[in-house]
């Protein structure tokens, strides 16, 4: 094989692996992202949770009047 296309073919699966690490820190970004999104919505059920107890409390022992 001549030099040449040995370049090329070294340069082919050069941009072969950069497009396939490019796909996989992608995938990453996604993956964090829908993390944080879940992780927010579970926050705020908490939260409203949380108001929910602290208003049945108050209705219980009368402070909400």
């Not at 602290?54 to 219980?60: C, D, L, Q, R």
Request: net charge positive; glycine share 10%; charged share 20%.
């Amino acid at each position: 094989m001549d030099s040449q296309k040995m370049n090329y073919n070294a340069g082919q699966a050069q941009g072969q692996a950069q497009e396939k690490a490019n796909t996989m820190m992608d995938k990453a970004g996604n993956a964090a992202q829908s993390a944080k999104e879940t992780a927010q919505q579970a926050g705020q059920q908490v939260k409203e949770m949380a108001q929910g107890a602290t208003e049945a409390v108050k209705n219980a022992t009368g402070m909400n009047k």
